[in-house]
């Protein structure tokens, strides 16, 4: 016979209530999910902490991927609540974030700044100096931008003025503050230029204003300063193209009155040769993106580009003088400035790398008998009256020679010879 049916019954009961009548307290599990990292309130606190609404300085802040802050702000924030945090009177002081640059930028006032320069075809190095210098104004006053007032800062700008330059507070002079100041409030908040005059903010030119236009290196100190920059570069560096390419620099300033910044971003493959006379593609300074000249290469120049061709097998792109930052230029340059007693900086001292550019002004003009058009045009100026100005006047040796021509005394004919 087969198993009782009671026995079979019994089994299945018992298998029946193991899988369905198991208590549902013990069958139900708690679903665990991971806790929220960024809620409505914390994302409303960090904005008003940082005086940014920026998804990066947000998601560094927070600890949190950019996503997130986008899905909250999205979500659960209005762009309402947002605005009236940043706009906030009572919230509008400098936050730690904000005194550095990347944070300054980031504030509504400032953003808008610096937008309208760029509207306005201001170039980008002068956009970040203007920035600059405003943040160091508002550092200095301890002023939120959108609290700043036109009367602190003439107030501070004339005060600085008078200052000895050992005294004058980090990063605002009043030559560059005063330009910095008129823009500001010409362009956010529509200011005339004549309510800024008449708090003392003018757009005059100051008494330096082309003050330096007769400095410059004579060969003496030329050769003096070569020989110094060969001891420094020799002992600072050990590649032969480093050293050459270091020793080439000043030559290549003085011959074609090249700035620094565009002399290290000439290129390899923007020279051009016809014949014994090379030619090379410089863009310099000024509105987009510069301005393109083409200056000339020969003689000893010509053979100091050679040379560091020569030593990079001759690659057909890339930067002339590979390697070499402008910083660092200006470190070595005043090293060997300092090797041979000339003052850099300050008001009497030249400029560490500018001075070439002065140096070709004024020896290119003697060389020309002061023909300003041919030196406007080899050296790269668009204006004559801005080389006058600026870079050379007419020499009192020049004056005096002059001056007897006309009264009739006889003179020795003199040329004066452009080489470094």
């Not at 936050?95 to 610096?114: A, C, E, R």
């Not at 620099?249 to 290129?267: D, E, G, Q, V």
Request: positive net charge.
């Amino acid at each position: 016979m087969g198993t009782p049916m009671s026995e079979s019954l019994d089994n299945q009961i018992i298998v029946d209530t193991t899988e369905v009548f198991f208590p549902y307290r013990e069958l139900s599990v708690k679903k665990v999910g991971r806790k929220r990292l960024l809620n409505r309130e914390k994302y409303l606190e960090a904005v008003k902490k940082l005086g940014t609404d920026s998804p990066n300085v947000l998601s560094e802040y927070l600890g949190v991927s950019r996503t997130t802050i986008w899905r909250v702000r999205k979500n659960e924030v209005s762009d309402i609540e947002v605005e009236q945090i940043l706009s906030d009177v009572t919230n509008l002081e400098l936050k730690p974030y904000q005194m550095s640059y990347k944070g300054f930028l980031h504030i509504p006032i400032v953003k808008l700044f610096h937008e309208l320069n760029v509207r306005n075809e201001v170039s980008g190095k002068v956009i970040r100096r203007r920035i600059g210098t405003l943040l160091n104004i508002c550092k200095y006053l301890n002023v939120h931008p959108r609290r700043l007032k036109p009367e602190q800062c003439a107030n501070l700008l004339l005060k600085v003025k008078n200052m000895p330059l050992k005294e004058r507070p980090h990063g605002i002079s009043w030559s560059t503050g005063r330009g910095v100041v008129r823009s500001f409030f010409e362009l956010i908040y529509g200011i005339s230029g004549q309510k800024l005059t008449a708090l003392g903010i003018h757009g005059k030119l100051t008494n330096g204003s082309g003050s330096k236009a007769r400095q410059r290196l004579i060969i003496k100190q030329r050769h003096e300063f070569f020989n110094a920059l060969e001891e420094v570069v020799e002992k600072r560096f050990k590649e032969k193209v480093i050293i050459a390419s270091y020793l080439a620099l000043p030559k290549f300033m003085f011959y074609t009155a090249t700035r620094i910044t565009a002399s290290l971003n000439a290129r390899i493959e923007d020279i051009v040769m016809r014949g014994e006379i090379w030619f090379i593609k410089i863009v310099d300074k000024g509105r987009n993106g510069g301005i393109t000249w083409y200056k000339i290469l020969l003689g000893e120049l010509k053979d100091e580009i050679e040379k560091i061709l020569e030593l990079r097998e001759y690659p057909p792109s890339g930067f002339l003088f590979e390697g070499l930052r402008e910083n660092m230029v200006r470190i070595v340059f005043r090293e060997a400035y300092e090797k041979i007693g000339i003052k850099v900086g300050g008001e009497n001292g030249i400029d560490v790398t500018h001075i070439w550019r002065h140096t070709f002004a004024q020896d290119m003009l003697e060389a020309t008998n002061y023909n300003y058009e041919i030196v406007a045009s080899i050296g790269g100026w668009k204006s004559t009256q801005t080389l006058k100005k600026h870079y050379g006047e007419i020499g009192d040796i020049q004056r005096i020679r002059a001056l007897k021509k006309a009264m009739g005394e006889k003179m020795e004919e003199t040329n004066h010879e452009f080489k470094f």
